[in-house]
């Protein structure tokens, strides 16, 4: 039992809990049952005596965020792994201790438990009444795979469990998936994937070789990368990859993450796994879901010798996907400059129209990418080009503030009034995202101001309604039309007075602006105001003096917007001014009386 315990705390994956060494010495790979709970130890901080001198108990907390105490039991030094792996050792101990033969011994004992694990239980009472049983769904594989085809109980306990052991199968990958580590149940209800992809995925190639000839189906779908050879693609797994497609699997399957075996690969960089697939003639050309074609992949991840290798396959440079365009975008979405040149020397249509953001200068742009944007720039792309998110490049780099982009366009006397279907040009983007500094650019280049556009007029109204202050300061100070109109609010005052930014309001009465303008769906600002109960904002334009009795198609006034939307505060506040008023008209009246009677 010592010579157990003291493999597991070498070769562990991790440290173990002294309830799960507990376990692990009542396991008898032999035995029948394999594991039985009434051996296990009665008081388990004795398992410490097996090895004294060599290990050590420590109490620690799982996490640092959380306060859960768990005792472990440790070599009790580095230097006793040192010890027990050289060939100090006396020599009927030291294969013991050889990694081969000890990761064996744990995925045999790893094993034997999960076998004895074919009872119907959730998978919280599996957790709770079988320590060990986590560690051995997560880790037995791993264990396995550097040894299982040289150890014929292994490869025996493996077969028992692909092919006898439904229910403990299954039981495994209810607790541990590696493609979901994060997910508490993985499989939950349903089936787990089949045990070709998993033998695949994780390495196992002698259980692959064996698994194929007892007659599994080589092409299953199956898991997150849809099949056998795409999972064996994605991990590299050489050996494996070569068995699969030597035994006729569909190299050109469909599915799964990447789509095909071609493009895991290629998005990993395994060069090697992408040659052997080029070599079985896969198409290169096939489209997959997420990242287009294979050259995509490479060239989003800027794995540049896989790029190479497909090149010379005379792979579709132009191949267009949903999300990222073509390959020139991939590689300008993520700045990979030597990916972008390979492929412009390939004469790729640099002003190609397709994916999320139009073109790769729209991308490079987006994304704040200058020496990309400047190296497609040199290649005499459309610097106006257009696409249905953004109008052009300048837009694009407007909305995201970045600076240094922005500037490197306008040198490419790009059209800096270009006009889009959501904002009327880049000044208004800017402006209603506050960007200071590209306002300012945009308006020392000559930028039309006053432009207007059907959502929010103009860029005053823009920086008005999201409450802007500087930008809105920074419009004024050129002049800007502050009562342009459009369809919704009438001028930039209503605007503000609907989102109840005080400070703008303010700025903008102190411009002149017309208080009493009209628009067709709230009437002028205070009805506006009065509308939302904005109380500062009604307060602040009755000060100016503002028409408390105008009349709106939906309200007749600004009384009646507060009341209808139940603001007490704002209804009190109107009130009060209409009956200041009316005594000012009472007073002004009966001063008139007075006076015709003295003429009289």
Known sequence: MAIRILQFLAFSERPLRIEE??????VDPKGDPRFDPRNRMPEPKEISRYCSS???VERRRTSEYNQTMVTELRLSHFSVKEYLTSNRLEKDLTPSFQEISAKASIATICLAYLLQLDGKLPVLKIRENFPLAQYCARYWMIHAAVTEGGDAVLQGFIEELFFHCERSYTNCYRLYSSEQPWVEEPVGKGKPTAALYYASLEGLANTVKNLIFWGVDINAQSGRFG???????YEEHEKIVQTLLNKGTDVNAQGGHFGNALQAASHEEHEKTVQSLLDKGVDVNAQGE??????????????EKAVLILLDKEIDVNAQSEHLGNALQAASHEEHEKTVLTLLNKEIDVNAQGGHFGNALQTASYRGHEKTVQTLLNKEIDVNAQSERFDNALQTASEEEHEKTVLTLLNKKIDVNAQS???????????????EKIVQTLLDKGTDFNAQSEHLDNALQTASYRGHEK??????????????????FDNALQTASYREHEKIVLTLLNKEVDVNAQSEHFGNALQTASHEGHEKTVQTLLNKEVDVNAQSERFDNALQAASHEGHE?????????????????ISAVAACHCSAVQLR
Do not use: M, P, R, W
């Open 569 to 585: 505060k704002t209804v009190q506040t109107l009130l009060n001014k209409a009956l200041v008023q009316s005594q000012h008209e």
């Open 421 to 435: 279907e959501y904002f009327d040009n880049a000044l208004q983007i800017a402006s209603y995202e506050g960007h």
């Open 21 to 26: 060494v507990v376990e692990v010495i009542a």
């Open 227 to 233: 099949n056998a050879l795409q999972a064996a693609s």
């Open 290 to 303: 997420h990242l287009g074609n294979a050259l995509q992949a490479a060239s989003h991840e800027e794995h």
């Open 54 to 56: 060599l290990v050590a």
């Open 471 to 488: 930008t809105v300061q920074t419009l004024l100070n050129k002049e800007i039309d502050v009562n342009a109109q459009n369809e919704y």
